[in-house]
């Protein structure tokens, strides 16, 4: 079979497929096909070769509950597909902040690590013996999975608030689980956009920054929940106010980033104004201190949104 080689622009030169060959494999414009050089001859297949699986084993003896956390998602969010875990002692010293535990007691190994597994988008563990735990990933995120994922983590922040301030207002304890859940599943997400963005190499620190701030959202809204939870739900006329507003900048913050509300407007309308009750209530130093630490992740997600702004200004004038 013999084909004419077509010269488009000044150097690139191209070749048609067979129609046939097109037909029976279903290759439709825009799909990619591999190319592979053999000598003087030309490959071109509709299917990659078997990629190795990319394997990371780490050993956890000797380590506290949460360094095995830190580790285990140090792991996932490198992107690597499988995960041997080995371990010389089943029972490991507790070390996290929930109250489940006693600090320092020793708890199974093998408990922490099926927590962990609940905790990993997309992974499973398929081995488990006396002193060894393989994890390994059975579903493959794809690369549009990022912007939907991110944007359930807005909404998981939104969801919390609105459940912070119901739970006061309403004395409803046991809200407080679903809050704990929740802020559970807002890590999860952001773990796995990290672990997208690995797997696609890309070099987007920005990204990364905002991963990071969103995570630290939810953590300081947990602690605000776990206080009123430890020192009653007292529903005051002024903390349910703080958190009122607090809920509407929440719900705002996902219209900054995917609808039309400028830095600018955000920060005057919300934050300035959050930040005028604040100081007019009178509330504890710990819940003091929570509130401030959100405004300051507020003004950082401002300052982000502003320079992402002023970068893509700057792309589209260079045109």
Known sequence: MKRKIVKH????????????????YQIKQGDEVDV???????????????????????DISGLTSSLVWRKMFAAYTNGFEEIEVRFDNPLIPYSGTREEHKQGELIDVHKILDKIANNLIGFEIVNQTQNKCIFKELSKPKEKEFESALKRIFFLLKENTKELEFMLKNKDMPLFETIRLRETTINKFANLCIRLLKIQ??????????LFLLEQLGDELFKISRYLKIHGLNPAKPIQAVLKKLSEIYDTLYDLFFKNISPKDFYLHYIMNFEKILKNT?????????FDNIISIMKDLVLYKMEIELEEKELQSSF
């Open 9 to 24: 622009g000044s150097a690139t030169l191209t070749v048609s497929l067979p129609a046939k060959w097109a037909r029976k």
């Open 36 to 58: 592979e050089e053999k000598d003087s001859n030309i490959i071109v297949s509709t299917q990659t070769k078997t990629k190795e699986t990319s394997k990371k084993i780490i």
């Open 201 to 210: 190499k890309k070099s987007l620190f920005p990204l990364y920054h905002l």
């Open 282 to 290: 009178k509330i504890s130093t710990s819940l003091s201190v929570y």
